[in-house]
């Protein structure tokens, strides 16, 4: 188990989470990327809006 924490970012726009290494969406949360810090902040997040809906990309801290 790693010392630092992992990240799983979630798309308010697709409704799904994010796959490793560029691999699209999945909705099954088993499925998504794990990222460290640092990876997460070189991705292309898209800022979180607020108002009627959502929009953006939200970062989620794993917990284990």
Do not use: C
């Not at 010392?3 to 994010?18: D, E, G, N």
């Not at 088993?30 to 991705?43: D, N, P």
Request: glycine share 8%; charged share 20%.
């Amino acid at each position: 188990m790693s010392a630092y924490p992992t990240f799983l970012i979630w798309s308010f726009r697709h409704k799904a989470w994010w796959r490793a290494q560029g691999q699209g969406y999945t909705t099954k949360q088993a499925e998504a990327g794990r990222f460290t810090f640092e990876e997460a902040m070189v991705q292309n997040l898209d800022p979180i809006s607020t108002g009627n809906r959502p929009a953006g990309d939200a970062l989620i801290k794993e917990t284990r």
